[in-house]
């Protein structure tokens, strides 16, 4: 059965930092590109990064360009996200997902929230 | 990039069809078979419902169908049920080597 299990969230001040990390299980890891998605209270979803499964690839939409990075350790089967210089803005919830140019397998999400 | 463009809301009776729009550019939409189509229900995880267009992956209903014409992408499902009132949204890769999801669609099964 494949499981992402999201984890890192929580409460951060404006301009700080955090880094989300998304354990994954019942697939082979290294064999698939992985992304991160979000979604703001009572807003759509939105892509906010990409990699290949080697890691040597990255993504990212022009919103979140340099402050988002994403990185994966293929030794533990998990990957993450470092987000920086955090705003009202980047409070949502922040999904992992299996793929990138169609995602087959979500986590249940963290909960980030910026405050001023 | 631009949000793809899809309908606020839809609704339907039990055992309708309906279908829901998805409208981008020849740099996503049009220019690419990439197109997807997710499930949403509030507080769980969104699911994969149709990929490449008209890709449906395994344990999704055969009433879920896609489809694509130029700049378009489509989600039709077919003698709609209780069990589909959820948010849709859809999504396409982009020539930025980027990923662009729609705004989304609240299905109302009435």
């Known amino acids: 059965e494949v499981q992402l299990l999201e984890s890192g969230g929580g409460l951060v001040q404006s301009g700080g930092s955090l880094r989300l990390s998304c354990a994954t299980s019942?697939?082979?890891?290294?064999?698939?590109?992985m992304s991160w998605v979000r979604q703001a209270p009572g807003k759509g979803l939105e892509w906010v990064s990409g990699i290949t499964g080697n890691g040597l690839t990255t993504y990212y939409p022009d919103s979140v360009k340099g402050r988002f990075t994403i990185s994966r350790d293929n030794s533990k089967n998990t990957l993450y996200l470092q987000v920086n210089s955090l705003r009202a803005e980047d409070t949502a919830t922040y999904y992992c997902?299996?793929?990138?140019?169609?995602?087959?397998?979500w986590g249940q999400g963290a909960q980030v929230t910026v405050s001023s | 990039q631009s949000a793809l463009t899809q309908p606020a809301s839809v609704s339907g009776s039990p055992g309708q069809s309906i279908t829901i729009s998805c409208t981008g550019t020849?740099?996503?939409?049009?220019?690419?078979?990439?197109v997807s189509w997710y499930q949403h229900n509030p507080g769980k995880a969104p699911k994969l419902m149709m990929y490449d267009v008209a890709n449906r992956p395994s344990g999704v209903s055969n009433r879920f169908s896609g489809s694509k014409s130029g700049n378009t992408a489509s989600l039709t499902i077919s003698g709609l049920q209780a069990e589909d009132e959820a948010d849709y949204y859809c999504s396409s890769y982009t020539s930025s080597s980027t990923v662009v999801f729609g705004g989304g669609t609240k299905l109302t099964v009435l």
């Open positions: 019942g697939f082979t890891f290294t064999n698939y590109a």
């Open positions: 020849s740099s996503d939409v049009g220019g690419y078979n990439f």
């Open positions: 997902a299996n793929g990138v140019r169609f995602l087959d397998y």
